[in-house]
C-alpha cells in the first residue's frame, strides 16, 4: 500500500506503477512499448472514471483531506500575483494554521485569506493542522477590515478540520473570536467570495466563510460536524462515519442542491492532487467571473443581497 | 416512591408520605452540585436556586421567561414556526420521530420561545432555549425565531435579551443548522448599526454553535452562576490536548477572568440588574425596584460542601 493513495484509489496506483515501470524500461531498451503504455494509459483513465463516479460521500470526505491534495500556499503560487503575507492579530500572537495577505487577481488588487494545512510533519504542528485558534480569526477579521477600508474585495478559502478545541484557545475566548467574524462579514462593505478547498469544518470554517457567493471544489466537504464526530455522538462509535457522512450530506453537489453552495468547480479527473495547475486555473477562472458578477453591484445591493442570503428561511410549504 | 428514597428519608416523613399515596412524583430533587436534596415547593419559591448552595439549577425556556416578565402584556412571537425534516436524516431514529419526542415531552414545538413583553416596565423582546428539547440545539426554527424577535426589537426600537441553554448546532439538521450561526450573527448586526441594546444571559450550559454566535455577541454578556460555557465541551478538549483540565475550566467564574463575561448575575437579581442597566442604555429613568425583588426565598446558607458532582 502506498500512503500517498487511499484505498480505493490503489487499482489506479497500482497501474500507474506499472507504466511508470515500463516506461523506465523502454527508456533502457531498443523495444518498441509505446503502443502498450498507451493502452495502459487509456485503461488507466477509464479506471479512474470507473471509481471516482461511485465515490460514497465517505470518499469523499477523505479525498477532502487526501494528504497530497493541494492547501492554499499552493494555489496562492498559481492563481494570484505580488502575494504579501500579513501577520497577526495585533493582540496576542500570529496563527500559521490562517494565512492572510494582499494579492492581485489579474491585476486587480484582492485579499486572500485562507486555512493553512502543513505538509511534512514539522509543518503539519506548526500549523496545527489547520486548526486556528482566536487568534487566528482575530487576524482574518482585521485583515477583512483592512480590505473593506480600501474596497479591495475579499477571497477567503476553506480547509480545516475546525476551530482548535484547547485550553488556550478557549481561555482566549474561541467563541467569541468566531461569533464576532460572523456578525462583521455579515456587514462587510466590500464583496466576499468563499471557496472551500478541502474539508469545511464547522464553526471554524464559517468563521471565515460569511460571504457574497460560496463555491465548493468538487471534492471538497462542507459539514456541521465532522462525522467521525457526528457518529460518535448519534451512533455512540465513531466507526460509523461513512453512514453520518451521508446522512448529514457533506458534499459539494449536495450543498449546491440544497441551494447554500453557488458553483461547484470540477476537479481533474481523479482529484486536484492529480493536476494541481489545472484545478488552480478553474479556480482562477472562476473566481474572475465571480468578481465580475459582484463588482457590478452597489455597495448597499451587496449589503442586502447578502443580508437576505444569511437570513433565508424555508417553511418546507 | 422509590426505594432510595425510603432508605434516606427520615421515618415520618416516609409514613407521611405513605398516607398520602397521591403525593406527585418527584417531590425531591436532588442538587446536581452539592448532591443535597431539595424539596420542590420551596426549590420553586427560590427559583430553581439551591437552598444550601446557590446552585442554579436548569429551568425550561418558559419557566425562564414567566420569571424574567412582568406578568402583563407578554406576547408570543412566531409561536407558530414548526420544525421540519428538510433532510430526511436518519441515524439510530428518524428525525422526524425525535421531533414528535421532544415536542411531545417539552410542550414546544422546537427548542427556541420568545416573547414581547416588559421587564420591571422597561419593554424589551426575551427570548430563552428549551435545553430539554435536544439539548437546545440551534436548527432553522431557533435560528428563524431568534430572527424574528430580533426584527421585532428593531422595528419597535426596545432592546432584545437572550437567555441562552444549548449544547450547540443540531446535528439532524447539519449544515442547515450551521448557517443559523451566521444568521443570527447577521440580525444582531443589524441591531448593533442601529443602537438597538442585545444583552445575552449565558445559562447552564451554553457551547459549540450557539456559543460561537449570538450568545457571545451581547452588547453585555451576562452569566448565571457557575454555569458551563465553551466552544468545544471539556471532554473533546480533554481528549485532544490530554492532560487534566484547570479546577472550574469554563465556568463562568473563569470566563468572567479572561473578560469573556461582564458579570455574573444571580437569578434573584437578574430582573433588577438587566432592567437597570436597559435602561442606561435607552436613556430612560431608573425601573422603579421594590423592596421584594430580588429577594431570595430561602437565604442561601454557607455552602457547607465544595463537592462537585457534575453530571
Avoid at chain 1, 66 to 83: G, K, N, S, T
Avoid at chain 2, 5 to 17: H, T, V
Wanted: glycine share 8%; proline share 6%; charged share 30%.
Amino acid at each position: 500500500m502506498n500512503p500517498n493513495y487511499l484505498d480505493f484509489e490503489q487499482p489506479i496506483a497500482d497501474l500507474e506503477a506499472k507504466i511508470e515501470e515500463l516506461r523506465l524500461v523502454g527508456n533502457d531498451s531498443d523495444i518498441n512499448i509505446t503502443e502498450e503504455i498507451s493502452r495502459l494509459r487509456n485503461k488507466s483513465v477509464s479506471l479512474t472514471e470507473s471509481i471516482f463516479s461511485e465515490l460514497t460521500p465517505w470518499d469523499i470526505t477523505r479525498l477532502a483531506r487526501h494528504p497530497r491534495r493541494p492547501y492554499l500556499l499552493d494555489y496562492i503560487e498559481r492563481v494570484f500575483d505580488d502575494f504579501d503575507e500579513l501577520h497577526g492579530d495585533r493582540a496576542f500572537a500570529d496563527d500559521p494554521a490562517i494565512v492572510g495577505g494582499t494579492a492581485r487577481l489579474d491585476g486587480q488588487p484582492v485579499m486572500v485569506i485562507g486555512h493553512q494545512k502543513g505538509r511534512e510533519v514539522r509543518d503539519k504542528v506548526r500549523r496545527n493542522f489547520g486548526m486556528p485558534r482566536p487568534e487566528g480569526y482575530r487576524k482574518a477579521l482585521r485583515l477583512m477590515e483592512l480590505a473593506e477600508r480600501f474596497r479591495m474585495p475579499i477571497l477567503t478559502f476553506i480547509d480545516t478540520p475546525g476551530a482548535y478545541p484547547g485550553i488556550g484557545a478557549e481561555e482566549r475566548g474561541q467563541s467569541e473570536a468566531i461569533a464576532r467574524n460572523l456578525a462583521t462579514m455579515s456587514r462587510l462593505k466590500t464583496p466576499v467570495i468563499s471557496t472551500v478547498i478541502g474539508e469545511g469544518g464547522s464553526g471554524g470554517a464559517l468563521a471565515i466563510g460569511v460571504c457574497d457567493r460560496l463555491y465548493m471544489l468538487q471534492y471538497s466537504t462542507y459539514s456541521v460536524i465532522s462525522p467521525e464526530g457526528c457518529a460518535s455522538i448519534l451512533w455512540k462509535s465513531a466507526e460509523y462515519a461513512s453512514q453520518a457522512a451521508a446522512a448529514m450530506g457533506v458534499t459539494a453537489d449536495r450543498l449546491h442542491s440544497l441551494g447554500l453552495a453557488d458553483v461547484v468547480i470540477p476537479e481533474p479527473l481523479g482529484g486536484a492532487h492529480r493536476d494541481a495547475d489545472a484545478m488552480a486555473e478553474s479556480l482562477r477562472a472562476q473566481l474572475r467571473q465571480g468578481l465580475d458578477e459582484l463588482g457590478e453591484l452597489t455597495i448597499d445591493d451587496l449589503r442586502q443581497q447578502r443580508y437576505e442570503r444569511l437570513t433565508a428561511y424555508d417553511t418546507g410549504r | 416512591m422509590s426505594n432510595w428514597l425510603d432508605k434516606i428519608m427520615p421515618g415520618s416523613i416516609r409514613s407521611d408520605a405513605k398516607q398520602r399515596s397521591s403525593v406527585p412524583e418527584g417531590l425531591w430533587k436532588k442538587c446536581p452540585k452539592c448532591g443535597g436534596f431539595l424539596y420542590k415547593p420551596e426549590l420553586d419559591k427560590n427559583l430553581d436556586v439551591c437552598p444550601k448552595c446557590s446552585h442554579h439549577l436548569r429551568i425550561s425556556a418558559r419557566h425562564r421567561l414567566e420569571l424574567f416578565l412582568d406578568p402583563e402584556g407578554r406576547e408570543e412571537i412566531a409561536a407558530e414556526l414548526e420544525p421540519w425534516d428538510r433532510l430526511k436524516f436518519k441515524d439510530s431514529k428518524r428525525y422526524k420521530e425525535r421531533l414528535s419526542q421532544n415536542q411531545k415531552n417539552t410542550g414546544e414545538k422546537d427548542a427556541l420561545i420568545a416573547m414581547r413583553g416588559k421587564t420591571l416596565d422597561v419593554p424589551l423582546v426575551a427570548c430563552a432555549f428549551e435545553f430539554s428539547f435536544l439539548g437546545g440545539s440551534m436548527g432553522q426554527v431557533v435560528g428563524e425565531k431568534f430572527v424574528r424577535a430580533a426584527n421585532v426589537a428593531l422595528e419597535e426600537r426596545i432592546p432584545l435579551v437572550c437567555f441562552s441553554a444549548s449544547g450547540g448546532a443540531r446535528m439532524q439538521e447539519a449544515i442547515l443548522s450551521l448557517m443559523q450561526m451566521a444568521k443570527t450573527a447577521a440580525a444582531l448586526e443589524r441591531l448593533r448599526e442601529e443602537g438597538i441594546p442585545f444583552i445575552s444571559v449565558l445559562t447552564d450550559p451554553v457551547f459549540g454553535g450557539v456559543s460561537a454566535s449570538l450568545a457571545m455577541l451581547g452588547d453585555l454578556n451576562v452569566a448565571e452562576p457557575y454555569a458551563l460555557i465553551g466552544f468545544a465541551g471539556p471532554r473533546v478538549i480533554e481528549q485532544t490536548v490530554r492532560e487534566k483540565l484547570p479546577e472550574g475550566f469554563q465556568r463562568s467564574e473563569f470566563l468572567l477572568e479572561h473578560g469573556a463575561v461582564d458579570m455574573i448575575v444571580s437569578r434573584h437579581d437578574m430582573r433588577a440588574t438587566i432592567a437597570r442597566q436597559l435602561a442606561k442604555f435607552t436613556g430612560a429613568e431608573p425601573p422603579v425596584i421594590d423592596d421584594e425583588e430580588g429577594e431570595p426565598a430561602v437565604t442561601p446558607a454557607e455552602p457547607d460542601a465544595q463537592a462537585e458532582s457534575d453530571e
